[in-house]
């Protein structure tokens, strides 16, 4: 199974939906209310933490908002039991990125770190977003490959799915490496046998 597959599930950007947040300690509960959730700023932007249903896709999403930008930690859920975590600074996505993949072949999970901004064109193709990047057999709880990413952002992967380039490794059954390939120009098929 190809990760452009996986990608192009149906991962979509502008969902705007959060749930109430809470936090405990020993002494304090913290806890957002229905009335602070979804709050426009004095100038009419976005602020603060934001949840709600995209009608048009169908996802459940929460998100943080800053001046009207997404900033902080974003989930989103949709009907396939797809789950999708990751973060923003200030608009541009940052950090990590896990997305879980319950009920297809085998469930599967994808977990990108190290997400850097690159705004770059590689063989013809223009990424926004370079990470390094790793599948997971969820069942087996191990990695069936790693390597270095590249992709235009989470609304992009519906359209462009997600790219590898530069050295992977590729995972045998049992979750250990099995060999090294080299992909010299940005492909989607991490099958190679």
Not at 80 to 85: A, C, D, G
Not at 120 to 149: L, P
Not at 165 to 176: F, I, N, P, S
């Amino acid at each position: 199974m190809t990760l452009a597959v996986l990608f192009g599930i149906g991962l979509m950007a502008g969902c705007n939906r959060g749930l109430v947040d809470g936090e405990a300690n020993d002494s304090t509960v913290a806890i957002t209310t229905m009335e602070e959730i979804n709050q426009y700023d004095s100038e009419g932007r976005k602020t603060g933490h934001w949840e709600y249903k995209n009608e048009s896709t169908g996802w459940l999403c929460e998100e943080n908002y800053e001046e009207g930008v997404l900033n902080g930690h974003a989930t989103y859920y949709n009907e396939s039991n797809t789950v999708i975590e990751l973060n923003y600074c200030k608009g541009v996505e940052c950090g990590e990125l896990h997305i879980f993949f319950e009920g297809t072949e085998r469930d599967t999970g994808i977990h990108l770190t190290d997400i850097t901004k690159v705004d770059t064109m590689i063989n013809g193709y223009v990424f926004h977003y370079r990470a390094h990047c790793k599948t997971i057999d969820v069942y087996r709880d191990i990695y069936s490959n790693e390597g270095t990413c590249y992709y235009e952002d989470l609304s992009g992967l519906q359209m462009d799915g997600f790219l590898g380039v530069g050295e992977w490794t590729v995972y045998d059954r049992d979750g250990k490496t099995s060999k090294t390939v080299t992909l010299d120009k940005p492909t989607a098929d991490f099958t190679i046998k």
